[in-house]
């Protein structure tokens, strides 16, 4: 819908929709990285358990136990080697959070630091 209505004039939006799959996304994403050089990149999963709209304060690394889409698993349980074992979010999830529930729409927001490893 964000690719539909767009943002500002002066903001290219760019809108991918990713595979799960863990060999796919760790050449996709650096990839789309390198060709637009963003400023920001926001990546939305979804899931049919979700009851909220869940913001993750940070990303893991390890311990990646559930096959992809391809029936693929890291047999490291890591999504990149030597990677840092957390990437903290620079957004202040929680101010996000506040502001979106003060706007009265009929949506729960939530923040986590557990995102889930798929």
Same mark, same amino acid.
């Given at each position: 819908?964000?690719?539909?209505?767009?943002?500002?004039?002066?903001?290219?939006?760019?809108?991918?929709?990713?595979?799960?799959?863990?060999?796919?996304?760790?050449?996709l994403?650096?990839?789309?990285?390198?060709?637009?050089?963003?400023?920001?990149v926001?990546? *939305?999963?979804?899931? #049919?358990?979700?009851? +909220? $709209? !869940?913001?993750? /304060?940070?990303?893991h690394n390890?311990?990646?136990?559930?096959?992809?889409?391809?029936?693929?698993?890291?047999?490291?349980?890591?999504?990149?080697?030597?990677?840092?074992?957390?990437?903290?979010?620079?957004?202040?999830?929680?101010?996000?959070?506040?502001? *979106?529930?003060?706007? #009265?729409?009929?949506? +729960? $927001? !939530?923040?986590? /630091?557990?995102?889930?490893r798929?």
């Amino acid at each position: 819908e964000l690719e539909k209505l767009g943002l500002r004039d002066d903001v290219d939006l760019h809108v991918y929709e990713v595979p799960v799959e863990y060999q796919t996304v760790q050449r996709l994403i650096p990839a789309l990285w390198k060709k637009h050089s963003p400023q920001l990149v926001v990546h *939305v999963g979804v899931s #049919g358990m979700a009851t +909220t $709209v !869940t913001l993750e /304060k940070c990303g893991h690394n390890v311990g990646y136990k559930g096959l992809d889409n391809c029936r693929f698993c890291p047999g490291s349980q890591c999504c990149v080697e030597g990677g840092p074992e957390c990437i903290d979010s620079i957004i202040d999830m929680d101010t996000v959070c506040k502001r *979106v529930s003060a706007l #009265g729409l009929d949506v +729960t $927001v !939530t923040i986590s /630091k557990d995102a889930g490893r798929y």
